[in-house]
């Protein structure tokens, strides 16, 4: 029997570029790959998939996420693919803008017990649900899962455009989930620091959004455009998964770990990032929270993701409990020996490759020449 403890996070990354809506803010959007409206191959069964990270073999329960390029729930089988990781105990967030009511039927018909492992996290997409008239398709498809026993976070990505309506979402969200939503960050993928998705100054960007008292929101812009200095334990409590094909890596900027599905019989892969390579940790809310970073001083991901209402709270109990863990409860922590063996090993693996590739570039330089 494992404890209700969180063992290791992992990341599903679902190559599905079929959404139903266009959001003008979308990293979809940004990329060449866009909207190509197709179904991935998926090279392992929803039974395989949970084979590989059984319980046994990571060592105790995880978190899941699932999030796919495009809109979550168009993925064929998503729900047995979330369903095999539940029936081992494991907990699930599924990323979603909750349009997709065919594949809520499904999670319906599941019992309360198993509901209790799930979380839908409800991108809440005003302009677009305003637009296509689904606002009341996404209350409905949300209440309906919270009423059956699965935990929902209502999200709201801030723009510009969204400005105007700010009121309106306000009273929607408060009519219909009892409490305001919380809001992220949207991010600007083309540019070299990550920055702001914004015309807005700061100290305006600041004012308009920090109305919404988000813990989440508060969090993200704490750790938005900072570095991250300190020894960082992704690859090894972590794990960032393409569902189609199971080739891994530490975690979204991270190097590979190799094909984590292909032989389940064999230890999951454990080679920790140590030193994070990017500008800053800009999806921090799961990874620091969860507490990758084990002397950084976060809130845990409960902490950041519910929110109470006169009815109850947005998180139920027993997720709330999981989500209120941090992963140094369940794995040893290294000594400053073995931190510096993994950080001189990542530089002498960067400087090997980097050697590598001004051979390779100077030698095509001189071809050319020639």
Request: hydrophobic share 35%.
């Amino acid at each position: 029997m494992y404890t209700n403890k969180v063992k290791k996070i992992i990341f599903f990354r679902i190559p599905l570029s079929i959404c139903n809506f266009r959001c003008h803010y979308c990293y979809l959007a940004q990329r060449d790959e866009h909207y190509q409206g197709i179904q991935p191959v998926m090279k392992y069964s929803p039974e395989q998939v949970a084979l590989a990270c059984s319980p046994k073999r990571l060592g105790g329960l995880a978190y899941f996420n699932f999030c796919a390029d495009g809109e979550t729930m168009l993925l064929k089988d998503l729900d047995l693919y979330v369903k095999e990781l539940v029936k081992q105990g494991h907990f699930v967030e599924i990323i979603t803008n909750m349009t997709i009511t065919n594949m809520v039927d499904k999670f319906m018909e599941w019992p309360r017990e198993m509901l209790e492992h799930v979380e839908f996290k409800c991108s809440f997409h005003y302009l677009e649900l305003k637009k296509k008239k689904l606002l009341e398709v996404f209350a409905k498809n949300a209440n309906q899962l919270w009423g059956k026993g699965a935990s929902i976070n209502i999200e709201v990505t801030p723009s510009d455009e969204l400005i105007p309506y700010i009121e309106e979402l306000k009273n929607f969200s408060y009519s219909n989930f009892g409490a305001l939503p919380h809001i992220t960050i949207a991010r600007n993928d083309s540019t070299k620091n990550i920055d702001y998705l914004t015309n807005l100054s700061d100290k305006e960007y600041s004012k308009t959004w920090s109305q919404f008292d988000s813990s989440f929101w508060k969090f993200k812009r704490s750790i938005f455009g900072k570095k991250q200095e300190k020894f960082c334990y992704a690859g090894a409590w972590s794990a960032y998964i393409d569902l189609s094909t199971g080739m891994a890596n530490q975690c979204y900027c991270g190097k590979s770990l190799g094909n984590v599905f292909e032989n389940p019989e064999r230890p999951f892969p454990e080679k920790p990032v140590g030193c994070c390579s990017i500008p800053h940790c800009y999806n921090g809310h799961a990874f620091l929270t969860w507490g990758l970073i084990p002397d950084l001083d976060t809130p845990t991901y409960a902490e950041v993701r519910n929110r109470t209402t006169q009815n109850g709270e947005w998180l139920n109990v027993t997720l709330k409990d999981f989500f209120s863990s941090k992963l140094c409860q369940s794995n040893r922590l290294y000594s400053e020996q073995e931190k510096k063996k993994w950080i001189l090993a990542q530089k002498s693996n960067f400087i090997s490759k980097s050697i590598i590739y001004k051979i390779k570039h100077v030698g095509k330089v001189i071809l050319r020449k020639k």
